[in-house]
């Protein structure tokens, strides 16, 4: 159904956004990230107490590729 839109004003759209005025079926934004941590990186909450002694976080990626996106 259409619909009658007003002034619009568009500060920033990110790399990964959609912006979409009008009728649309499907919208399909694509984005992909790599995240690095070691142990204990992710914990939240009080009083925690962590110990790792030597821990490693290795990164080496030889291929470069884990999830193309096209």
């Not at 649309?24 to 690095?36: L, R």
């Amino acid at each position: 159904m259409p619909a009658k839109v007003g002034a619009v004003k568009v500060n920033t759209v990110s790399s990964s956004s959609i912006f979409n005025i009008g009728d649309v079926y499907t919208m399909n934004p694509i984005s992909s990230a790599k995240t690095y941590a070691g142990g204990g990186s992710f914990n939240t909450g009080d009083g925690l107490r962590i110990n790792l002694n030597q821990s490693n976080t290795y990164v080496y990626d030889k291929d470069n590729i884990d999830q193309p996106t096209a």
